[in-house]
């Protein structure tokens, strides 16, 4: 069976990606802005043996399957219009494929280990090696992708036109005017990263900030740029699990891209946790990526728990709202930004191109190929609803039942010179 008639059976026709295989057949339209391309036999053995995202992803990482033109437009249509066929065609197309291609190849080395083998989940020290996995890449790495500001969550475009440095700053001075911070308040950033936001906060906002991370690189990292900065009197980044911060009575928390890590069923004690750190009308912001709705399995799937994220896990929003409501922080306010997570994966994907040649000699081509198909796909993912960002605003109540809370939101206080366009 050509490998043409294979691609032809699981995606529909309409679908604007042409195909070519090294056994010299092809199909698709002549005028395809993307071809997908099986360059070698094991690639058909890594998607035989590993059915669905993760044998696709073995065979893009080895360079076995390949993407002429735009991943992301190719990613985009593939989503759009892959056929759903039933089990039994599956198997029969798999059958006609031939023994040879049910030995799987090596593993690409850049592959974590199967989840059973890391130990239990959540602990400390695994989540702490999940962290490692995808953070202590390269510090140079990141700072290709990402650009100056080093901030690798959702940014806010304020406008249509902004740069991705623009937005990354109006995300974090979002988050502070969300929290309502005031010269002089503490702020607890969990999951701090880089260091953008104490740094943002401190800055601008004139807080006193603790941040903390578990990769020891981002730490290093953002300790050196509070100093460049003149902020160590107010800013400071420690390698530290949250969960052994030991001061509290905090003005406000912000959580910008930690709750994908915690796992669904640490949520209550992930916000009791931070709740007890609040004092009274305190406020967390709670900016997470999140499943479209609350009925999907929450693990992350095979490309992204073995090539990205280890451990990974996204809820529904209302799970998120559920657990911060039911725990310790009455929920105010929450907005969806699946689309400025789209203009920053945009973004970011640019970057990368941009630097590729250095991008590869700082971590190896297969690594990069990774965080090539990772922000492809996560931003196909954030096009087609089957992705969302989240920021949610709570508050620890004080006795009498008082918030702090003004009775409208106070935040969008900055005049736009141009609406953003989202399609």
């Not at 590993?50 to 249509?77: C, K």
């Not at 690409?108 to 490692?132: M, N, Q, V």
């Not at 999951?191 to 953008?196: E, F, L, Q, V």
């Not at 530290?240 to 928390?253: K, S």
Request: aromatic share 8%; with cysteine.
């Amino acid at each position: 069976m050509l490998l043409a008639d294979i691609f032809t059976k699981v995606v529909d026709e309409r679908a604007p990606v042409a195909f070519r295989a090294y056994d010299g057949s092809s199909a698709g339209p002549t005028d395809a802005e993307a071809v997908l391309e099986i360059v070698r036999r094991d690639a058909v053995a890594y998607i035989a043996t590993a059915p669905g995202d993760l044998g696709l992803a073995r065979a893009y990482v080895s360079g076995a399957l390949d993407v002429r033109g735009d991943l992301h437009t190719a990613l985009h249509a593939l989503l759009t219009y892959a056929r759903n066929l039933p089990r039994r065609e599956r198997l029969a197309v798999l059958g006609r494929i031939g023994p040879r291609a049910l030995r799987r190849p090596p593993l690409p080395a850049e592959e974590a280990p199967a989840p059973w083998r890391r130990g239990l989940r959540h602990s400390k020290a695994r989540d702490a090696a999940a962290i490692s996995h995808h953070y202590d890449v390269s510090n140079r790495f990141y700072e290709i992708v990402l650009g100056p500001s080093m901030a690798y969550t959702c940014a806010v475009f304020p406008s249509a036109t902004a740069t991705l440095e623009e937005a990354q700053a109006e995300k974090f001075d979002l988050v502070c005017r969300k929290l309502a911070l005031r010269p002089g308040d503490r702020l607890l950033d969990v999951g701090a990263g880089w260091g953008g936001m104490v740094m943002h906060a401190a800055e601008h906002h004139g807080v006193r900030a603790i941040g903390v991370t578990l990769s020891q690189r981002q730490a290093d990292w953002a300790q050196r740029a509070i100093a460049e900065r003149g902020l160590q009197d107010r800013a400071e980044v420690r390698f530290l699990d949250y969960r052994d911060v030991t001061e509290d009575n905090f003005d406000a928390i912000s959580s910008i891209g930690l709750t994908e890590h915690i796992g669904a069923r640490n949520l209550p004690s992930y916000f009791s946790f931070l709740a007890r750190k609040l004092r009274p009308e305190g406020r967390m912001l709670n900016h997470a990526i999140t499943r479209p709705t609350n009925r999907e399995q929450h693990r992350a799937g095979g490309f992204i728990d073995r090539y990205v994220f280890p451990d990974g896990e996204l809820e529904g929003v209302g799970k998120i709202v559920s657990a911060m409501h039911d725990h310790g922080l009455e929920v105010r306010h929450e907005e969806n930004l699946r689309e400025h997570y789209s203009l920053t994966l945009r973004d970011w994907g640019r970057n990368l191109e941009q630097g590729w040649d250095e991008a590869v000699a700082e971590v190896g081509e297969r690594k990069a190929r990774v965080w090539r198909l990772y922000m492809a796909a996560s931003r196909a993912g954030f096009d087609l609803n089957r992705l969302e960002l989240h920021q949610v605003l709570g508050v620890r109540l004080g006795k009498d039942g008082g918030s702090g809370m003004s009775l409208r939101p106070d935040w969008e206080h900055k005049e736009l010179t141009e609406s953003a366009v989202i399609s």
